[in-house]
Each structure stands twice: as C-alpha cells, then as structure tokens.
C-alpha cells in the first residue's frame, strides 16, 4: 500500500512538471506594435506589417492559427494604407476564425462599404 502511495504521488509530481504549448505565438507584436502606436511612420507601419504576416504565416502555437486579434488588427492598418480589399479580406477572416468578433468587425466592414 505504501509503496502505492508513493508510486501516485511521484507520477503526480512528474505530470505537474510537464509544460503545455500555448495557444498562440506572438512573434514580435509587442514591440512593433508599440513602435508603430509611438511612431506612426512609415517604417513602423512596414515593421508591423511585416509582424502581422509572420504572426500569420509562422504560428506555432497549439491551434495553429493567428490569435484573436491580429486578422482585425492587420485589416485596420491596411485600411489606413488604402488597401480596402485586402483590408476587407483580413477583416472577414477575423470573422470566420472568431465569430464572437463579429459585432465589431461588422461595423468596420460597414463603414468600408458606405
């Protein structure tokens, strides 16, 4: 019986041990994110561009996708550089990956189309 116990409580301890992968990758959003909300010019907005499509293409996180965010993200900064239909395209993928963005996103796409 004792040696039960102990058998429980090491494998207990090893479980607690292992790490688990997050569910997203952030890349470098942070700082270039940063950078481009201090700057705004244009070398910040090519830097976080840049950000958004390694975030997009080079997710290594447990899902396996961009986390939440980044589509609607990406969609607005293109928006302000005048790319409206890659900008919509960003948007509407926001919507298909997290439909609880919706009531946001939708606005935007709205005000895309007036």
Request: proline share 4%.
């Amino acid at each position: 019986m004792k040696r039960l116990i102990i058998f429980t409580v090491d494998a207990l301890l090893l479980v607690s041990c292992v790490t688990t992968k997050p569910l997203y990758t952030w890349g470098q959003y942070e700082i270039t994110s940063y950078n481009y909300l201090k700057n705004s010019d244009e070398k910040a907005t090519k830097e976080l561009i840049a950000t958004f499509n390694q975030i997009i293409e080079k997710q290594r996180g447990s899902r396996m996708v961009a986390p939440p965010g980044i589509f609607a993200d990406y969609g607005f900064i293109l928006l302000q550089e005048g790319k409206t239909k890659e900008a919509k395209a960003m948007l509407l993928k926001e919507i298909d990956l997290y439909p609880e963005s919706a009531p946001f996103v939708s606005r935007i796409l709205k005000m895309i189309e007036e």
